[in-house]
């Protein structure tokens, strides 16, 4: 695939020199001895059931608002700013999301004397080399060689001491546990499970080489029959009929592995200026959840009703729209519920391909995508499950 850097980013403001600014701007209770910056990259998963999506915004408990104030607290800054790879809507989950903070030099060394209580930011060897401005100014380090006039940070040590503060934390009300219950019921809404240091020119964003999507659909649950309120009631559309999949099996096959047009089969927002045209990998199959008779092989919680089918559907691209894939997700279903047939989609798949949202079709009539074609999947079932970089995450 296209590397995305190159195809997808656009004239935006420096996004390190934005970082920089909030750094100084946001720093005042911080001795800042150091003008070395350290860029660690995070990958996390989220249960976004009770989050108004990843990004910040005002009067609202999001993914980005958690993490920034559990990094607020650790570092005792008065603003901290973590660079997303993306967005993903109220509801959407992930399993493998990356995110960038960047710490100065002096806040690393604090950590790793925190994590070893012995002022254990300097060492001889290991580490990264961290050039330490009191050093340099008085000439020589205490305690040092007085030639050494540079401080040794182990900055593996710090993004180790990272991890441990977030690995677990928010609970599903968006707040922090306070007692051990707390704790035991409502814990991890958020987890990191990776915390790396990378170098500055790295993005969570436009670094990426690929990203993808799984999304899940429970099926068949008809007959009047109760939905298990377990699983697949909290992170799958549930939809009663029963569904084609030879017909949603044909219908990805069209959309998969040939660049198309996707103007229509997302949410184009004002001033979008990026390219409509993607190459998307799509997958689509069962997965089994039933229990035959006594046996207990799937867990309660994977459990579903009898005559209930589970679909999984892959997505994957260098880069995807708003509401890109979930409306990808609703053709499908439209599809595999015969609403639509595979004849109108080819045809309207065409029709964009070559002509666009603004043109006429071959018989001089505008195109209209039929509505069932334009349903947008419920976000509970969609999670970011992958995102790919040159650089091991």
């Known amino acids: 695939m296209p590397h995305q ?110 994590r070893r209580g012995d002022g254990g930011g300097k060492k001889k060897s290991g580490g990264k080399v961290l050039k330490d401005a009191t050093t340099m100014s008085n000439g020589h380090d205490s305690g040092e060689d007085d030639n050494d006039q540079t401080t040794v940070v182990d900055v593996d040590a710090a993004a180790t001491f990272l991890l441990s503060v977030l690995k677990q934390f928010a609970c599903n009300t968006g707040t922090t546990a306070t007692s051990s219950h707390e704790y035991s019921t409502r814990y991890a809404s958020i987890s990191a499970f990776s915390v790396t240091p990378v170098p500055l020119t790295f993005d969570a964003r436009y670094s990426a080489k690929w990203k993808r999507y799984i999304y899940y659909i429970c099926s068949g649950i008809n007959n009047g029959e109760t939905v298990q309120p377990f699983v697949w009631s909290r992170y799958a559309w549930l939809i009663r009929e029963s569904l084609d999949y030879e017909g949603m099996v044909d219908a990805a096959k069209m959309l998969s592995g040939e660049e198309h047009n996707y103007e229509w089969m997302c949410v184009i927002q004002e001033g979008e200026l990026r390219n409509t045209r993607r190459t998307v990998h799509l997958n689509i199959e069962t997965v089994p959840v039933k229990v035959n008779g006594n046996d207990t092989m799937v867990p309660y919680f994977l459990q579903q009703n009898e005559n209930s089918v589970v679909y999984k559907v892959v997505a994957t691209s260098d880069f995807f729209l708003y509401k890109m894939v979930r409306r990808i997700v609703g053709l499908l279903v439209a599809i595999g519920k015969k609403q639509a047939d595979l004849t109108t989609l080819k045809r309207c798949i065409g029709v964009y391909d070559k002509y666009g949202a603004a043109s006429d079709d071959r018989e001089g009539e505008r195109m209209k995508i039929p509505v069932k074609l334009l349903e947008t999947a419920p976000a509970k079932g969609l999670c970011l499950d992958h995102i790919e970089y040159d650089i091991p995450i």
């Open 5 to 114: 850097r190159d195809r997808n980013a656009l004239a935006t403001p420096d996004r390190d020199r934005f970082a920089s600014i909030t750094l100084n701007s946001h720093t005042s209770n911080i001795s800042n001895t150091s003008h070395d910056i350290h860029r660690f990259a995070i990958r996390l998963s989220f249960d976004g059931t009770t989050y108004s999506g990843f990004q910040s915004q005002p009067y609202q408990n999001t993914i980005q608002d958690q993490i920034e104030h559990r990094l607020r607290n650790l570092l005792k800054r008065d603003t901290v700013r973590v660079i997303g790879w993306g967005r993903t809507d109220a509801g959407v989950h992930a399993k493998g999301a990356v995110v960038t903070v960047d710490l100065w030099g002096k806040e690393v060394m604090e950590l790793l004397t925190r």
